[in-house]
């Protein structure tokens, strides 16, 4: 039997048995892994209020023939404050969504998971729009799964660009102005440089960002091609933003 010790964020909770939890963690160590915790759906248990989705903290835990069990947990952040905000828990659960659907199970990916929490933290300050924190998320994730965005060179020839203004999601880039996709998606150029922004600064650096409807838009729309196309399934939370885009616009239209 091996223990691991590792910081870990509870992406999913389901119930098993009848005493017991499955929880799915993203551990810096392990990357995405799913454990059995003893005895979490008693209300006397140690470990009740601390297996909640979103739960940040060091996990030590115990690997037998073939599942991991939580042997102890020392909490960092519960990250409840999220239940409180509608924004927050919508977003919050996405993230842990495209973790779910983009990493492979066991596979170790240190980067991300810094940015994935930073990306709470950023989300529990609540002084930034939440849409920019969840596109440069997006952003973050492609290029740390093997998804980056060529910003730098036209993504069929080659030629070196300083920017774009047609973006092909087959090619993940900025095309040249001598190369033609009957496929590529028109951008502006603000558009393409607020990605190119996204892909290489920390992100903390985003509080300085404020982007125009249109610029939100346009990335949005790009972004969700790709999130769709290069993982193992389309995020089901993203029906929910969808619906309540289709709300919003139905609100301004009267
Ligand atoms: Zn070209």
């Given at each position: 039997m091996s223990i691991f010790k590792t910081r870990a964020v509870v992406l999913k909770v389901q119930d098993f048995k009848e005493n017991d939890k499955i929880i799915w963690l993203f551990s810096e160590k392990l990357g995405k892994i799913s454990c059995i915790v003893r005895?979490?759906?008693?209300?006397?248990?140690?470990?009740a209020s601390f297996t909640q989705q979103f739960c940040y903290g060091e996990y030590v835990l115990f690997k037998g023939k073939s599942f991991y069990t939580v042997n102890e947990i020392e909490l960092?952040?519960?990250?409840?404050?999220?239940?409180?905000?509608f924004d927050s828990i919508t977003y919050g659960s996405y993230f842990c969504e495209l973790i779910i659907i983009a990493l492979q199970e066991q596979e170790s990916n240190r980067i991300l998971f810094e940015e994935f929490i930073k990306t709470f933290y950023l989300l529990k300050s609540d002084a930034l729009d939440v849409e920019t924190i969840a596109r440069t998320f997006e952003v973050k994730l492609l290029k740390y799964t093997g998804f980056e965005i060529n910003f730098?060179?036209?993504?069929?020839?080659n030629t070196k660009i300083e920017s774009s203004n047609s973006f092909s999601t087959q090619f993940y880039g900025g095309i040249c102005n001598n190369c033609k996709d009957i496929s590529a998606i028109p951008l502006s150029k603000a558009a393409f440089n607020y990605l190119r922004f996204f892909n290489n600064m920390p992100m903390e650096n985003i509080h300085r960002i404020k982007l125009s409807y249109e610029v939100k838009e346009e990335i949005n729309s790009i972004l969700n091609l790709l999130i769709c196309q290069s993982f193992s399934r389309r995020p089901k939370s993203l029906d929910i933003f969808n619906y309540l885009n289709k709300e919003h616009s139905c609100y301004e239209v009267k």
């Open positions: 005895g979490a759906k008693t209300k006397r248990s140690k470990f960092i952040d519960s990250f409840q404050s999220f239940l409180n905000n730098n060179r036209c993504a069929i020839c």
